[in-house]
């Protein structure tokens, strides 16, 4: 088997992609993603890939909905701004339902806002983001060897769906140096065909449309309503989430990526303190596991969330909780990453509060 | 006896009616691009981006596989296409508001990277599929709905002349401003079209065919107005020609 090697989490994002058979990307410099953005002008034209960096966010979407109109595998990174700037973009994409695959690289916001790691693109990633009734399946790793293992995943998801998947990674996994091991080279003749409705020419068969566009209500709604019965599909096979200690917890903590790595360390802290603590980790932010979380939360005395935002994904647990219990919030912005013991306090006083 | 056919629909346009008024040039264009697609015999190879603007059904008028992009993306989507299937002919069809306004950056940035894709650019000096309004190609003194007191310099600007902009960029391998008015420019036009066509062919970059087009409907004139119109006043702020020729003479 492959052994590990130290890679920065970035690096790794885009090695992981070109093992997974991606040999097209287009992007645009943005810290705290930019060195995603060299390994691929380094690294794709030595397997005979292409590279090019485009003059905007909103040119490489549209390069990537180009490029996915052929069936052929494509990915893009970036961070808040540039995924602000793709919007529009993602929205044709998810409506003429073309595989692809985006990375953002979350730093603290709004506006320019600074390049510290941050999750206050929550919203933007999970309900929308652009215009139109559409969803993006969304990934979040939180460590570097999840962050290669999820880039896989949101490959082979992509083209089972025919939809965007975004990888919402944060700077401080983007940066972080980690023992990784990679997978395997895709072997790139067992890469799914797309031949069935991809523009690849339409010689000895009847042209191919690829559109997000029908002019006409009834029709438009067909369409729209072809994409939430693959949603729904998707919420039906594709919820992943993982848990610590949560069997005899009385507390509950839930926080995903980065945050929730920082949650494992409070889990331990906690426990050496006597409080019967346990973590709840989202990995797929869309579809969130709303059940799962209902059933792990189910008998505890109190559930803190934490993010590194004001609140955005708490909405979610909120959903999943469906008020049984209430759920207390902690979260600090603007690139500001909570500390385990800061936590530890707000936990604390929950827990005071409870008992 | 049989009947000889001596004109008929060309085989790369689909049997769908278009949806474009009377007297309208993207009809004409349209047809020419299709005829040229026949005669260099790559229907079966040929990737087509649509814009958004009158046109936005193009995707569905050829019989080529075909989408459509966002508002002025054109040239970044086709980009993609390209990049992907380098082997295949990539063209995009745009409108002056989407190639000119706000796909500026995009047209600039896929032609200055001598992107192997051909773009057919029709120049109306207005935005027709919204209504009327002011294109960044309209006229000084041209009224529009967004300009009903006629564009005045000093509030609009001038009029922009995307060849004249294009051309100075390297990457840009063939390039001229046609008109399809008269039975001899529609023939003009044609060659100037498949020349693009030949020029990404034979990768040698990129090439763009503007085409000075009428809009009767939002011009308010009729048909026959409207090519006098465009005769005596688009032809004077954008004159005709060939801008760059990298391709040479067609065998
Ligand atoms: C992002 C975005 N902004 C605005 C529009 C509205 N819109 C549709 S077509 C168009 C102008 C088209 O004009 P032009 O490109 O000149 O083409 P024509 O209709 O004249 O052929 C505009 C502004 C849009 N579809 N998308
Ligand atoms: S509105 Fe103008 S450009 Fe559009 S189809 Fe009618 S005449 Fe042609």
């Known amino acids: 088997m492959a052994e590990k090697v130290m890679v920065k989490g970035n690096e790794a994002m885009g090695e992981a992609a070109v093992r997974a058979g991606c040999r097209l990307y287009f992007g645009y410099p943005i810290t705290p993603q930019s ?161 069935s409705w991809a523009m690849q020419g339409c010689e000895g068969r009847e042209p191919h449309k690829i559109t997000s566009f029908d002019i006409d209500p009834i029709n438009l709604e067909k369409m729209n309503l072809g994409y939430q019965k693959k949603y729904r599909e998707i919420e039906a096979n594709e919820v992943r989430y993982e848990t610590e200690m949560i069997e005899d917890a009385e507390y509950l903590l839930v926080g995903y990526g980065t945050m929730a790595r920082i949650l494992g360390t409070v889990v331990k802290m906690a426990r050496n303190e006597g409080i019967k603590v346990g973590l709840f980790r989202p990995i797929t932010l869309w579809p969130f596991p709303y059940k799962e979380l209902e059933s792990a939360a189910e008998g505890k005395k109190a559930l803190l969330t934490v993010e590194m935002s004001m609140g955005q994904m708490v909405e979610d647990v909120r959903l999943a909780i469906n008020g049984k219990m209430h759920v207390d919030f902690y979260g600090r912005t603007g690139g500001v990453v909570p500390t385990p013991e800061e936590v530890l306090r707000e936990l604390k006083k929950i827990v005071e509060r409870s008992e | 006896m049989a009947a000889k056919a001596i004109f008929k629909k060309p085989q790369s346009l689909s049997d769908k009616e278009f949806t474009y008024c009377p007297g309208c040039h993207h009809g004409i264009v349209h047809r020419l ?81 001598g992107e192997k894709i051909t773009t057919i650019f029709i120049n109306n000096a207005i935005y027709g599929m919204t209504g009327g309004q002011m294109a960044p190609t309209t006229l000084l003194g041209m009224k529009t709905t967004t300009s009903p007191y006629g564009r005045e310099v000093d509030r609009e600007g001038y009029p922009i002349h995307v060849s004249e902009v294009l051309k100075e960029l390297s990457g840009v391998a063939y390039l001229e401003r046609v008109a399809v008015s008269s039975p001899a420019e529609v023939r003009k036009a044609k060659q100037a079209i498949k020349k693009a066509f030949m020029t990404q062919i034979k990768g040698l970059g990129f090439s763009l065919v503007e085409v000075l087009s009428t809009c009767p409907t939002n011009w308010g004139l009729s048909p026959i107005e409207a090519i006098n119109w465009l005769n005596e006043n688009m032809k004077k702020e954008y004159p005709l020609g060939v801008f760059v020729d990298k391709v040479g003479e067609l065998k």
């Not at chain 1, 693109?121 to 139109?132: A, L, M, R």
């Not at chain 2, 990539?90 to 990277?113: S, W």
């Open chain 1, 35 to 195: 060195e995603l953005t060299e390994y691929m002008s380094r690294r794709l034209p030595e397997v005979e890939g292409t590279f090019l960096q485009s003059e905007s966010e909103v040119a490489a979407v549209n390069m990537i909905y180009g490029a996915a109109s052929t069936g052929t595998r494509v990915m893009t990174s970036t961070s808040s701004p540039g995924f602000s700037l793709m919007q529009e973009g993602i929205s044709y994409i998810a409506g003429a339902e073309l595989p692809s695959v985006f990375i953002n690289v979350v730093r603290g916001g709004p506006g320019l806002g600074d390049i510290q790691p941050a999750q206050s693109d929550y919203f933007q990633g999970t309900k929308g983001g652009g215009h139109g009734d559409y969803h993006l399946i969304v990934l979040a790793p939180s460590s570097v060897q999840e962050a290669v293992d999820l880039v896989q995943l949101a490959f082979d998801l992509a083209d089972k769906y025919r939809n965007p998947v975004l990888v919402l990674a944060d700077g401080m996994l983007g940066q972080m140096m980690e023992p990784v091991e990679f997978p395997e080279f895709r072997d790139l003749n067992t890469l799914p065909d797309h031949s």
């Open chain 2, 33 to 113: 691009v299709a005829e040229v697609i026949d005669e260099l015999g790559i229907q079966g190879k040929t990737l087509m981006v649509a814009p958004v603007g009158c046109s936005v059904f193009a995707y569905t008028f050829f019989d080529v596989d075909g989408t459509v992009a966002a508002h002025g993306r054109a040239p970044a989507v086709a980009t993609g296409m390209k990049r992907a299937m380098p082997d295949k002919v990539v063209f995009t069809y745009q409108g002056d508001g989407d190639l000119a306004a706000i796909g500026t950056a995009e047209i600039i940035h896929a032609a200055n990277r």
